[in-house]
């Protein structure tokens, strides 16, 4: 009966609308009440859930991804990538995915990835003669390779529930978004070929050049986070620090369109955007904890071993799993809850750590782009001043595209594990 409060509760709060960090909150105080915990429980394991250094490193990347941002990023990284695929069919299209690519490495989230190329890229799009379902569908799909190619939000909260260097986990996810990045375009290419999507027309390569050079010290903030993780010189924590000072320093005298007293506005959603992820991984912490007070975990992995012991079918089933939680729950909340009992699942069958992380987190990004809680669905929609229906409808190539990845990933160990052993080993 404690568990069905707990459940419950979290259940009608999200039906109602409530915020996911809310409905964890409300669904934990429900279940502390009606077991007659004290409710200092609650402050005490929200406050034990951040207080984990590593994720101090998140506020830093969020700061330095909105500085670069705010200094021209965006512009200089579209332009580069229209050179580099837009003289082929549908170029936009691939345009936006490359960009999204390439910005990903300096946001490290999804929603940041479709509303600052989406829009750019929406609206030109469609001017150019592109449906804006399929502008909105793209754009939505292409955001979720960001958090999948470093630095990575959800891939630091990983290393902080699990353990995992969280300069392996980087590494780790950066083959696998590259792999969805060139899935995406192969699906693009061949809905743009079958509906004669148009093209932009070669630009030569002395603008390929220019454009790479105007957009080098923005590609350059991923080679400096990794090169400071790889190197030892600096934990994360200070690894984003210092790319805080990069992206102000590039911004200020490199781009020369960061303006100055802007700095302040900027730091101030930024934090405003940390608070929001560091009090979600608090109230899920209250709520991961309760049910692991009431062996869930343990259930559920008693629950799969009695089906099947195999490997492969438990990943088959652990991935229908995420795939159905990250239709309704946001991706950080899913990790906090589920990543701990779904690990000790996977190790239990052979399954490597690392490999499982990577999948379990591009599992829950496929979640941002599908009904009824795809955020990024929602962000490109809005965008493209369109309802939902059609950007869902239009999605739906680039999701196989993208579960075909999953897929890949999933039962080919070496896509994520390869890398870290390669340079971290």
Not at 164 to 170: C, D, E, L, N
């Amino acid at each position: 009966m404690d568990v069905v409060v707990l459940i419950g509760g979290f259940v009608v709060a999200l039906a109602a609308g409530v915020p996911v960090a809310v409905s964890l909150g409300l669904a934990s105080f429900g279940y502390i009440l009606f077991t007659g915990l004290p409710l200092a429980v609650i402050p005490q394991k929200m406050y034990a859930g951040i207080d984990v250094f590593v994720l101090l490193c998140i506020p830093g990347f969020i700061l330095a991804g909105n500085l670069m941002n705010s200094g021209g990023i965006t512009e200089r990284i579209i332009r580069f990538a229209t050179a580099l695929v837009g003289w082929m069919r549908g170029g936009l299209g691939l345009t936006n995915i490359a960009g999204s690519m390439l910005f990903g490495g300096i946001s490290g989230t999804a929603v940041a990835d479709a509303a600052s190329i989406g829009g750019m890229m929406i609206p030109g799009m469609k001017k150019a003669g592109y449906p804006g379902a399929f502008s909105a569908a793209v754009t939505a799909a292409s955001s979720t390779v960001g958090p999948m190619i470093p630095p990575s939000v959800p891939m630091i909260i990983v290393g902080a529930l699990s353990g995992i260097s969280v300069g392996r986990m980087f590494l780790a996810g950066a083959i696998p978004g590259v792999l969805m990045g060139i899935a995406m375009m192969i699906a693009c290419y061949l809905i743009a070929r079958r509906r004669n999507f148009p093209r932009e027309p070669w630009q030569g390569l002395g603008e390929l050049g220019r454009a790479f050079a105007s957009a080098f010290w923005a590609i350059a903030m991923t080679a400096l986070i990794i090169g400071g993780l790889l190197s030892g010189l600096a934990t994360p924590t200070e690894t984003a620090v210092v790319a805080c000072i990069y992206a102000t320093i590039v911004g200020l005298f490199v781009y020369r369109e960061l303006p100055l007293k802007k700095i302040p506005s900027i730091i101030v959603d930024s934090a405003v955007s940390s608070a929001a992820i560091l009090a979600l991984v608090g109230f899920a912490n209250v709520f991961g904890w309760i049910l692991a007070s009431e062996r869930i975990p343990q259930t559920i992995a008693a629950g799969v071993l009695s089906i099947t012991e195999n490997k492969f079918l438990v990943i088959l089933l652990i991935n229908i799993l995420l795939l159905f939680i990250g239709t309704f729950m946001e991706t950080i909340a899913a990790l906090i809850i589920l990543f701990v009992p779904l690990l000790q699942l996977a190790t239990a069958v052979g399954i490597d750590p690392l490999h499982f992380a990577t999948f379990a987190v591009l599992n829950l990004m496929l979640g941002l782009t599908t009904p009824p809680v795809g955020v990024c669905l929602f962000v490109c929609a809005n965008i493209a001043r369109l309802p939902l229906a059609p950007v869902v409808k239009a999605i739906v190539p680039f999701l196989i595209a993208n579960i075909a990845v999953l897929l890949l990933v999933s039962y080919v160990p070496a896509t994520a594990t390869w890398l870290p052993s390669l340079l971290m080993d």
